[in-house]
């Protein structure tokens, strides 16, 4: 059974940083691009980053670039999203993906 579990979010003040995981299993995690997305509060699910299945290519939505880094380690089924800079605009629920399964997600807030 495909399972994506996120790691890592919490509360930090703007500027800070977090480093979210994401458990991949069920599935041969090095097949496939892996995707990052967010929802904020009261907003829509929102793409922000994507890794290829052997990080070659990375790509991230324009608010994020230069502040995050994706990143993932195949042998560890494991995938990564860097949060640097943080924005009080950066805080929603951060998920983790393969093509349409999310996993349950975790939860960044940037608040002085």
């Known amino acids: 059974e495909l399972q994506l579990v996120e790691s890592g979010g919490g509360l930090v003040q703007p500027g800070g940083s977090l480093k979210l995981s994401c458990a991949a299993s069920?599935?041969?995690?090095?097949?496939?691009?892996m995707d990052w997305f967010r929802q904020a509060p009261g907003k829509g699910l929102e793409w922000i980053s994507n890794?290829?299945?052997?990080?070659?290519?990375?790509r991230y939505t324009d608010s994020v670039k230069g502040r995050f880094t994706i990143s993932r380690d195949n042998a560890k089924n494991t995938l990564w999203l860097q949060l640097n800079s943080l924005k009080i605009e950066d805080t929603g629920m951060y998920y983790c993906?393969?093509?349409?399964?999310r996993g349950p997600g975790t939860q960044v807030t940037v608040s002085s």
């Open positions: 993906s393969k093509g349409s399964t």
């Open positions: 069920g599935f041969t995690f090095s097949s496939y691009t």
């Open positions: 890794i290829s299945p052997r990080s070659l290519t990375k």
